[in-house]
């Protein structure tokens, strides 16, 4: 049997949002509040989707007490109270946008994880806006 599991988590980052081959006020105008040049933060949920073949042994998809672990661990810890744009490696030369966030969140989980799962991941910057890799069809 095919089936998903779902879990949440949460963590706190500041990032700006900035091209430096762009002027000062072509960013203001494409990022408005997100090009503060002090940063910005965002309390942000996520949300990750395991999907695979259900072990009739343990009736388990995966145990949801070690996806609890992983997602702690290599994304939780490594992006909480953290300034994405200056203490994370993966956005040294690219925008901390949601989208790239969630990529990089689902690269993360897809290097520690049995490739026999399917992942995917929502992140919401706002409880108004999210995004989410891979993409619904």
Known sequence: ?????????HFNAAHRLHNDHWSDEKNKEVFGKCNNP????HNYEMEVRL?????????YLFDLSELKRIMKSEVE??????????ECS???????SAELICYEIYKILRNVIDKKY??????WETPRNYVMYPAEH
């Open 1 to 9: 049997m095919r089936i998903s599991i779902y879990r949440w988590g």
């Open 38 to 41: 002090n940063f910005h933060g």
């Open 51 to 59: 999907t695979g073949e259900l072990d009739p042994e343990t009736g």
């Open 77 to 86: 810890d490594r992006y909480d109270h953290k300034n994405l744009n200056l």
């Open 90 to 96: 993966e956005f040294k030369d690219k925008n901390p």
């Open 118 to 123: 399917d992942i995917g991941v929502k992140l």
